[in-house]
């Protein structure tokens, strides 16, 4: 092979960069070779959702740290050097999949991703994910003087202007996923879901997500879309994690039933999952930290499941490992600022709790999930041996499972 063919290879663009194939390869499995083991549990790539068949690793490397426009905000900052060590590192790992933002540092995330994928040449290795609705003009606190108005919320307008913008910044003609970033209570699902398809239709989009959003708003639309034959919402973004479990109450259920995976942020408890004894430690530090009863127990109880794992595991990884375990289509989105964190996080992946280990969770961090569901029973197929809790269904016997009743 010349030395012009071999810095072409992957990237040929004619016949001349091609050099003869070697006579000995003489299998099919010479030519398709199986992939070796991955580096780390980060390369073992899954759907997206049951309704979306892009490969995504477990973990999403969330792009809200990338920049230094928001240092005071997030309690630190990367600046593009330190945010492309940061990407680097998730990438070598085996990561493909980036979640940010149009808001984020002021446009710097998108901007940083961008110019990290580019150098790299590696963009549709990537799975991208970013957002509109927010506003995203002002810079350091200091507002735009123009007018502004229609750079936020939901409508047609917003996500043209927006969405046009954010893949100048990627540097990039598409983006996996786009989410709609909350719901503004004043767009209506017609103009929502119609204006969303026009994106994909435009190939600028390949599938949709939506965050921060009721239940009921998610189920209308995605009817809405099945009704009409747009593209449908396939991931929801939100908060959930142990200590914060409201996701639990419509939005998990909504998901399960419309084929959607999830995307939780605040999985690792936003630092309060640690051990007791290093949340008081926090608040001898910082003032206005101080944890609640109800957090020191929680983080109790991840520290006496850790213990019983063994290894050295953290109480955050604990957590972490109770949420991908909650729900199968889960991808939970990390960021952070430092590379260690970032390995011990891939290294929790690891984690298998027992069902031991996760009803002592589950039954010491209690939810009540309000009415109707708190009176008259969880959906059995969620319960151990889908044995119904309602007393109505139990009239019948508990062999009617939620497979058959």
Not at 33 to 45: H, I, M, V, W
Not at 110 to 138: C, F, P, Q
Request: aromatic residues 8%.
């Amino acid at each position: 092979m010349t030395s012009h063919q071999s810095t072409k290879k992957w990237h040929e663009t004619s016949s001349a960069d091609f050099a003869p194939s070697d006579p000995s390869k003489s299998s099919i499995v010479d030519i398709f070779p199986p992939q070796s083991d991955p580096k780390t549990e980060l390369g073992r790539y899954r759907l997206l959702s049951p309704t979306a068949a892009v490969r995504v690793s477990p973990i999403c490397l969330g792009g809200m740290s990338l920049g230094d426009q928001w240092t005071g905000y997030m309690c630190g900052s990367l600046n593009q050097a330190q945010s492309e060590e940061l990407l680097d590192a998730f990438y070598k790992a085996g990561g493909n999949f980036i979640d940010t933002a149009n808001s984020y540092h002021d446009n710097q995330s998108e901007h940083i991703i961008g110019e990290w994928m580019e150098k790299r040449g590696i963009r549709d290795e990537i799975v991208l994910a970013t957002k509109y609705s927010t506003y995203d003009k002002n810079r350091q606190g200091e507002p735009f003087p123009g007018i502004g108005v229609n750079y936020m919320g939901n409508s047609k307008k917003s996500l043209r202007v927006t969405l046009d913008a954010a893949l100048k910044r990627l540097r990039t003609d598409y983006v996996d996923l786009l989410y709609v970033h909350w719901w503004d209570h004043s767009t209506n699902i017609a103009e929502l879901m119609l204006s969303l398809n026009d994106m994909v239709k435009l190939g600028k989009v390949l599938y949709l997500g939506i965050s921060d959003t009721p239940a009921w708003v998610v189920s209308q639309a995605n009817e809405y879309a099945r009704q009409n034959g747009l593209a449908q919402f396939v991931i929801y973004q939100g908060h959930w994690n142990l200590g914060a479990r409201d996701m639990e109450r419509d939005i998990i259920p909504m998901c399960r039933n419309n084929g959607m995976s999830i995307a939780p942020y605040g999985v690792l408890g936003a630092g309060k999952f640690k051990t007791p004894e290093e949340l008081k430690k926090r608040t001898n530090l910082r003032a206005g930290l101080q944890p609640t009863e109800q957090e020191l127990r929680t983080a109790g109880l991840l520290q006496e499941v850790a213990e019983e794992i063994g290894g050295g595991v953290h109480p955050a990884h604990v957590a972490f490992a109770w949420a991908r375990q909650m729900m199968t289509d889960c991808y939970p989105i990390l960021g952070g600022t430092s590379i260690e964190h970032l390995k011990s996080n891939i290294e929790a992946l690891k984690i298998v709790l027992t069902p031991e280990q996760m009803k002592k969770l589950n039954e010491g961090s209690p939810f009540n999930h309000g009415f109707p569901t708190g009176r008259f029973g969880l959906d059995p197929r969620l319960l151990p041996n889908h044995e119904p809790d309602m007393i109505f269904l139990k009239t019948v016997g508990a062999a009617c499972s939620a497979l058959t009743c």
